[in-house]
């Protein structure tokens, strides 16, 4: 048996992850760079970093097809996910343990530029980084 927290660090070492600065930097140098928000519904409307997009994390690989960047192309689903596959992804949650899981989960689905971020959206509003309500 493992607890939450093993899990957890287990995907940590399998992952790559980044600091808020970093996201920051790359939301303003790069169009192309893709923000999922795991985090549930409620927690999405409270506040969210602009240009994000909610997949809670359980409906993450059933929805990611489904992505602004590559639904409006109308490609089948193995060509959307290959689109969306050649962008940077960052994954962020509340505090960085469900992203965590959730990049892990898209390296295994075979996306090669995932990150998740670390401290996540608490980390964010702690360095008053600019949010939408």
């Known amino acids: 048996m493992k607890t939450s927290q093993e899990l957890v660090a287990q ?4 992952i790559k992850e980044v600091g808020i600065n970093e996201l920051a930097t790359a939301l303003k140098q790069d169009a192309e760079t ?11 409307s409270q506040q969210h970093i602009t240009g994000s997009v909610n997949y809670p994390r359980g ?3 059933m929805n990611i097809h489904n992505h602004p960047k590559v639904a409006a ?14 962008n ?7 505090s960085g343990a469900r992203s965590a899981l959730a990049a ?24 008053a980084l600019p949010f939408k309500q």
């Open 88 to 94: 940077t992804i960052y994954v962020i949650c509340r």
């Open 11 to 14: 995907a940590k070492a399998a």
């Open 104 to 127: 892990e989960s898209l390296q295994r689905m075979g996306f090669t530029k995932v990150f998740s971020v670390d401290g996540g959206m608490q980390a964010w509003l702690d360095a």
């Open 34 to 44: 893709v923000l999922i928000d795991v985090r549930e519904p409620a927690e999405y």
């Open 59 to 61: 409906v993450l690989e």
């Open 73 to 86: 192309t109308g490609c089948e689903l193995k060509m959307a996910l290959q689109q969306l596959a050649d």
